[in-house]
């Protein structure tokens, strides 16, 4: 019983932390499919479009995700020292370096823009094409405010309060969905009563997080000023988790997108199915991420503390929670999977793909997708951030695109074949992944000295 008290954990701790995050991410979840939905009654080519634009912002989400990580590990672990104020001090940097960055890439997508539609998306039909360049210019215009919350979001997940973020994504994601049905139903103003709302949405979020972050009565709290400059060291320590991070989700997202490519050359029938398996994908992988954000969150905390037996706790109850939820949520969609794609309103051979993809998809989130993404949180909450990147650079490249292209084009498979070559991707994640943590080596780096 002794044992029990001195966790810095508990059962209930867990569960406060756990909850509120499953909740932020089944409304993210739910929104993208209401969204795709209303779409789909613009047409085929609008859902295309838009799908097509989703993976490039996905890129950016990602990196600013990885980089709010970085800071939330870092701000963890001083805060497992009781260093209030350092900890302070690496959120308050996260958020001015996260607002300056997401400018740069503003401005940098603006002026590529042409690049970016041409290029990356290759030869898509006319109407394709346009619905994704309305999408395209007016979401980018979310970018600063998207990287801002999601900076301000892992802070407070940091204090071990996701319950703020959690109150801050109803409002978002009401203000998203409501207001595309209002615009696109209402006024029906088709892609672009998609984008506006996301454009709004993501602008009130970024204000209300950091106006709570400025009240906030936790342990950490961000500097009140405007008269702000960069801490060089300090930086440092959060790009030292959030750059590898970054690269790791970014050439992963990249080569999402480089797939992608492969996959508008099937045709829109096959773009429409991708589209579709990638929102409901997105709810099968639902626990998962939302339990990854927490192991995050406690790792980082027993690093700091130097409980490192804790560390390795924490890390196999979680992933084996992990395991029951993946489970629970994948025979629920197996069960429902026949209504939602018919709320698609699909065509029948768009329909059929859609159900094989998901159905093998669900197998490997039960069977591979734990030990391929709930270990490598525990290896970046340590500072082990580099090997972890290494593992999925490589696994990225070797598995997910050439074997894409090897199964999708070559073997014949088409779209099906692409997300074969994504549950090899895992196999080999899964492999590195657990023979990196079972070396050990991950409890001798030091990120905040």
């Known amino acids: 019983m002794e044992q029990k008290k001195e966790r810095l954990f508990d059962n209930r701790t867990l569960a406060a932390l756990i909850l509120p995050l499953i909740v932020e991410q089944l409304l993210a979840v739910l929104v993208g499919m209401a969204d795709s939905i209303m779409v789909a009654s613009v047409g085929e080519a609008a859902v295309s479009g838009v799908s097509l634009v989703d993976n490039i912002m996905i890129l950016f989400i990602n990196l600013f995700s990885a980089l709010a990580t970085g800071g939330a590990v870092i701000a963890g672990q ?48 006319a109407d394709v094409m346009e619905h994704a360049r309305i999408y395209l210019m007016i979401v980018t215009a979310s970018i600063p405010f998207m990287a801002i919350y999601n900076g301000g979001a892992a802070i407070f997940r940091a204090m071990g309060n996701s319950g703020v ?53 936790g342990p950490i709290r961000i500097e009140r000023t405007l008269r702000f400059r960069f801490d060089g060291a300090m930086v440092r320590r959060i790009l030292g988790i959030g750059l590898p991070n970054g690269m790791e989700n970014g050439m992963f997202q990249l080569g999402k997108i480089m797939v992608l490519s492969l996959v508008s050359t099937f045709g829109t029938s096959a773009i429409t199915a991708n589209a579709v398996s990638n929102a409901v994908a997105l709810f099968q992988l639902l626990p998962g991420m939302a339990i990854n954000l927490a192991i995050t969150s406690v790792i980082a905390r027993c690093v700091g503390a130097g409980e490192y037996g804790q560390a390795e706790y924490y890390t196999k109850k979680l992933t084996c929670l992990t395991y029951v939820c993946m489970l629970a949520i994948n025979a629920l969609i197996y069960l429902v999977l026949p209504l939602i794609l018919r709320a698609y309103q699909l065509t029948p051979q768009t329909a059929a793909t859609a159900r094989q993809i998901l159905y093998f998809h669900s197998v490997g989130c039960i069977l591979l997708w734990p030990l391929s993404f709930c270990i490598p949180c525990t290896l970046r909450a ?9 593992i999925s650079v490589f696994s990225m490249w070797f598995c997910r695109i050439v074997m894409s292209y090897v199964l999708g084009k070559y073997m ?24 990196r943590y079972r070396l050990g080596k991950w409890r001798q780096i030091r990120s905040i000295g």
């Not at 209002?182 to 996301?198: K, S």
């Not at 099906?416 to 899964?430: E, H, K, N, Q, S």
């Open 78 to 125: 001083y805060l497992g020292q009781g260093d209030r104020r350092k900890s302070g001090q690496a959120a308050t940097q996260l958020i001015w370096f996260a607002a300056a960055f997401s400018i740069a890439i503003m401005a940098g997508i603006y002026l590529g823009r042409d690049l970016i539609l041409h290029r990356v998306f290759g030869s898509i039909e």
């Open 165 to 217: 973020s959690m109150r801050v994504s109803v409002i978002m994601n009401a203000i998203n969905c409501g207001g595309n049905a209002i615009l696109i139903y209402g006024f029906h103003r088709g892609t672009e009563g998609v984008a506006i709302p996301t454009l709004v949405s993501r602008m009130t979020a970024a204000v209300l997080i950091v106006a709570l972050l400025l009240k906030s009565g």
């Open 382 to 390: 340590a500072g082990d951030a580099r090997v972890t990147m290494w």
């Open 412 to 435: 014949g498979m088409g779209v099906f074949g692409v997300w074969v070559a994504m549950i090899l991707d895992w196999c080999v994640r899964a492999v590195g992944m657990l023979y």
